[in-house]
């Protein structure tokens, strides 16, 4: 009888640990998901960036984003001045800013674009780290 208290005691001893081994496993998976979701949403930096847009495409199987260039530099090589391209991603849940955008590049109209550099980025968020929340159209002179 004895040795059947101890075997049945190690097995609930076994049991109990694979148990809270599981529990402590699912609770650090989901962490570890929270604090992920956490740093695509925070920015650690955000700025301005003018000039003319040069490219704006949709992209994506499944998770649609658009995906454009800003040319920062002058309209083509002209002396010193060199086009210097900079990449970016818009949300698709941001109609406004993707109509703006459009029209601009159809003008090709000078625009001032907003936007903010996450910490990180799951691979169905964008081509980019740089994420444009906010466009407004450069001043006539």
């Known amino acids: 009888m004895a040795f059947n208290d101890q ?43 003018a000039g003319v847009i040069s490219k704006f495409s949709k992209k994506g199987v499944l998770f649609k984003t658009y995906e454009g260039e800003l040319n920062e530099g002058a309209q083509g090589q002209m002396g010193n001045m060199v086009n210097r391209l900079w990449a970016f991603t818009v949300d698709s849940d941001d109609p406004k800013v993707v ?37 407004d159209e450069a001043p006539l002179k």
């Open 99 to 135: 109509e703006i955008l459009q029209d601009a590049m159809l003008t090709g109209r000078r625009i001032r674009v907003h936007y903010e550099q996450r910490y990180m980025k799951f691979s169905w968020m964008g081509d980019t780290e740089y994420f444009v929340t906010k466009v």
């Open 7 to 49: 075997i049945n005691s190690a097995k609930q001893a076994a049991t109990i640990f694979i148990r809270r081994l599981f529990i402590g496993i699912i609770t650090l998976g989901v962490l570890v998901l929270m604090f992920s979701f956490l740093m695509t949403k925070v920015p650690y930096s955000e700025g301005d960036r």
